[in-house]
DNA sequence: AAGCAGGACAACCGCAACAAG
DNA sequence: GCTTGTTGCGGTTGTCCTGCT
């Protein structure tokens, strides 16, 4: 079996948000907390897809995504996390407070590829191998293949390529509505989805216990999505943690199990044992 | 000034992972 | 253990913008 669509594509608008939209979506978000994203646009008011109100959100509307150009810092700790990592740019989002999965994606696509092989490093590789340079032939990218490619083809050609879906289902029963907690600090509760605070001097706190798991004291009652967020965040942090560690990286490593630590505490044994 | 090439980045897509029932 | 719905990820594409010719 496969998966319904996520949204009736034939009243779904697409392209561009449009200002009016992303105030839509900041005032229900801001009123009902995240999550629920299959239902948010009807809820919201939007003819927007579920997809696409969460990938607005987390990538352009959060409140607490540090705009501007990436620092010297940040272009190095990115492409020391992507060689040890590769392309698990969520990964390595998480260890850059502020920065998307998608905007570092892209920013190691238009800069710090290019950085590297202005160095006379492989992208690919990252520091561990010095190939010689790339003749011109091979110099040119696979995306200006592309672009040169669609320069040539005829306007109703450039229309964007719609993929048909593989699998057709009927809609889902109709299933109650997952009753949210409303956030009532919501750029705070985004951050510590993602397991950390930042005061407004911009030093980054850890987070406090995860509440809910293993009879922790519970000074707000989380909902079960958020509970399950953390998990997963967890899962992912004692997955980095694991690959820091093995890659004897023992700097990151060290700043990293803090995180875990704080992230859930009742793991501390957990992960004390991994870093033993 | 106009047209083109390429950079930058927002947005889309399919799929895998996961949780809930 | 299986089915089904949801979420998040990573790859890809569309479009706007800027600089060059």
């Known amino acids: 079996m496969g998966r319904s669509p996520c949204c009736e594509k034939a009243h779904t608008n697409k392209g561009a948000w449009t200002k009016e939209e992303d105030q839509r979506l900041i005032a229900h978000i801001n009123q009902h907390g995240e ?34 150009n990436f620092t010297d810092e940040e272009d190095e700790l990115i492409i020391k996390l992507h060689e040890l990592l590769g392309n698990k740019w969520s990964l390595i989002a998480g260890r850059l407070p502020g920065r998307t999965d998608n905007e570092i994606k892209n920013y ?37 293949l592309q672009l040169l490619a669609r320069r040539n083809k005829r306007p109703q050609q450039l229309q964007r390529r719609r993929r048909v ?89 060290s700043v990293h199990i803090r995180q875990c630590i704080v992230v859930n505490s009742v793991k501390h044994r957990e992960i004390q044992r991994f870093s033993d």
């Open 108 to 144: 190691w696509n238009t800069h710090i590829k290019r950085k590297l092989l202005a160095r006379g490093l492989d992208p690919l590789r990252t520091a561990r191998s010095m190939p010689p340079p790339p003749s011109p032939a091979t110099t040119t990218s696979r995306r200006r």
């Open 165 to 253: 879906p593989r699998r057709h289902r009927p809609q889902p029963v109709h299933k109650p509505a997952v009753v949210v907690v409303p956030a009532v600090f919501p750029a705070a509760a985004a951050a510590r989805s993602r397991g950390e605070t930042r005061r407004s001097d911009g030093e980054l706190h850890l987070p406090p216990p995860l509440l809910g798991d293993e009879g922790e004291d519970m000074p707000v009652l989380e909902p079960p999505r958020a509970a399950r967020r953390r998990r997963v965040q967890l899962r992912r942090l004692v997955g980095l943690f694991l690959l820091l560690a093995a890659a004897g990286d023992g700097e990151l490593a």
């Open 35 to 68: 999550g629920c994203w299959r239902s948010l646009p009807k809820a919201a008011g939007l003819l927007r897809c579920g997809k696409s109100c969460r990938l607005r959100w987390i990538n352009y509307l959060r409140p607490d995504l540090k705009r501007g």
